[in-house]
């Protein structure tokens, strides 16, 4: 039972942990809702490179220069004071027992939650890494806003996810905002004077299924990034699309789904790496 991820892993070790977090979660949430988007997607930079184990977390050292400041992290992913709130308060309460890592994936479940979407049981038990991944190695391991379709497949296909976990946690879309960069002259309404960020759809603060509608739409305006508008080009894919634009239910579901699977991606487990008192730096 030590060495697998599991719903009740801190039961004995740290009983009141989940109830930290979410409280912890929810007052941060009440400052600035927007936070909910970039907990969520901190979740998955962390999973899809060298796997859910906090390396996402680490700060520049002398040995590495860390994830945060690689091409798709810098100056993008946000919300680390909130992940340092609570770690803050896990140590008072049960000292060097919850993982950084498990803290990402229950904040991101909760920012889910509180942005009006479904709610699933958050397995823990994974352990934080003592290593860093390279520039190099991010980019590797996260897709590309320009990817098509096969581009996606590729890099969800080498961490054991399929197509439907593509068009479900691409749903994760649904909240947030990205820098108008990206948009590139389309949409020229999206991005008015001195905006730097746009939402990624209508209701940028609603855990809904209008991200589909959108796709699907010509007159809403489509996705934001081209790996959103990749997955209406075919037919499998925009199956999927079809059936979570018109039963947000069935989008609901399958996005739980993909997130618990995306949490089990490559976790530190047993006696593997460590359990980090400061989720910044190794011990
Ligand atoms: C399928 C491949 C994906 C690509 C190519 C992609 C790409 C991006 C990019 C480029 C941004 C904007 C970053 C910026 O402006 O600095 C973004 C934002 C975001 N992504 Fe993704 N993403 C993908 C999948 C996911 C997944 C799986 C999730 C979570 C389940 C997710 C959640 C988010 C959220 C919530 C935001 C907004 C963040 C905020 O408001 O701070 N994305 N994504």
Redo the contacts with the bound molecule.
């Keep these: 039972a030590n060495s697998m991820l599991s719903v009740d892993f801190y039961h004995t070790s740290c009983r009141e942990a989940e109830s930290i977090i979410t409280s912890a979660m929810s007052q941060a949430f009440k400052r600035d809702p ?1 936070l909910a ?2 907990l ?2 901190l979740h ?1 930079h962390d999973c899809f490179v060298q796997g859910c184990d906090a390396s996402v977390l680490l700060d520049y050292t002398e040995h590495h220069a860390g994830e945060k400041t690689a091409l798709p992290n810098d100056q ?1 992913l ?1 919300g680390f004071e909130v992940i340092d709130t609570i770690k803050a308060e896990l140590e008072k309460a049960c000292p060097h027992t919850v993982s950084c890592s498990d803290v990402i994936a229950a904040v991101a479940r909760d920012s889910v939650v509180l942005s009006g979407g479904p709610r699933w049981s958050v397995e823990f038990g994974r352990r934080d890494s003592i290593t860093v991944a390279n520039n190099v190695t991010v980019l590797q391991g996260l ?3 320009n ?1 098509e379709l096969a581009d ?1 497949l590729a890099k969800f296909e080498q961490i054991g996810m399929n197509l439907r976990d ?1 068009v479900a ?2 749903g ?2 649904t ?5 108008c960069f ?1 948009l590139k002259g389309q949409r020229p309404n999206s991005c008015s004077r001195n905006e730097t960020h746009a939402s ?1 759809d209508q209701t940028p603060k609603v855990f809904d299924n209008n991200y589909y509608l959108a796709l699907l739409r010509k007159n809403m305006n489509g996705g934001f ?1 081209q ?1 959103d508008n990749a997955l209406v080009k075919f037919t499998p894919a925009l199956d999927l699309v079809q059936i979570y634009a018109t039963n947000s239910t069935a989008f609901f579901d399958d996005f739980a789904t993909s997130m618990l699977k995306m949490g089990r991606i490559a976790p530190l487990l047993g006696s593997e790496g460590e359990v980090r008192i400061n989720c910044r730096m190794v011990n």
């Design positions: 927007t988007a970039s969520l997607r998955f993008s946000r897709p590309s806003p990817s996606l593509i946690l691409s994760g879309h909240i947030g905002s990205a820098r990206f990624l990034f790996s």
